[in-house]
């Protein structure tokens, strides 16, 4: 399983969409607008499967977990 990425189109940063799927389900994704707020540069996004890509987990950036 990885993690579907994009990248920032203000920092050039890859950034997580926070989905994560197989590479069987990634390569029949439809070619739909979806939306995101983006960590890297705090705006909202848009993006399809066509700018995506699936890094491996380990290549993933790691999530945040809760503060304490």
Do not use: N
């Amino acid at each position: 399983m990885g993690t579907v990425m994009i990248r920032c189109p203000r920092t050039g940063q890859a950034v997580s969409t926070e989905i994560d799927t197989e590479p069987s389900v990634f390569s029949r994704l439809p070619e739909v607008a979806a939306r995101m707020f983006c960590p890297s540069c705090g705006t909202e996004h848009v993006w399809s499967a066509r700018e995506a890509w699936l890094a491996e987990p380990s290549l993933a950036p790691a999530k945040a977990g809760p503060a304490g």
